[in-house]
């Protein structure tokens, strides 16, 4: 079981940036994806980012990929996700998960779970 609590949403202003961090419980030797999504309110959960135990990035868009950058702390068992440019559309709670294996963007492809994080952008 591997336990993941994510920091760092909150509120920022339109332009503004933030860092999302996620630390999971346990530390594996085996192959391995942590990843971002995000969930708006009436929206489907939808994929921001992943990064993989080789350290390959993928993102759920070009706009994602230009304003946004994951990044690993091996030492801390901690991914984070930073967040420039920030939009009012960005708002949502963002979402860490955990899977064995390659990145995937399908969230049923994820088997943990932390609570999420709130980001609102105000206009």
């Known amino acids: 079981q591997v336990q993941l609590v994510e920091s760092g949403g909150g509120l920022v202003q339109a332009g503004g940036s933030l860092r999302l961090s996620c630390a999971a419980s346990e530390r594996t030797f085996s192959a391995y994806t942590m990843a971002w999504f995000r969930q708006a309110p009436g929206k489907e959960r939808e994929f921001v980012a992943a990064?993989?135990?080789?350290?390959?990035?993928?993102y759920g868009g070009d706009s994602m990929k230009a304003r946004f950058a994951i990044s690993r702390d091996n030492a801390k068992n901690t991914v984070y996700l930073q967040l420039n440019s920030l939009k009012p559309e960005d708002t949502a709670v963002y979402y860490c998960?955990?899977?064995?294996?390659?990145?995937?963007?399908?969230?049923?492809?994820?088997?943990?779970w932390g609570q999420g994080t709130q980001v609102t952008v105000s206009s």
């Open positions: 998960a955990w899977r064995y294996g390659g990145g995937r963007s399908d969230r049923s492809a994820y088997n943990y």
């Open positions: 990064l993989d135990w080789k350290g390959i990035g993928t």
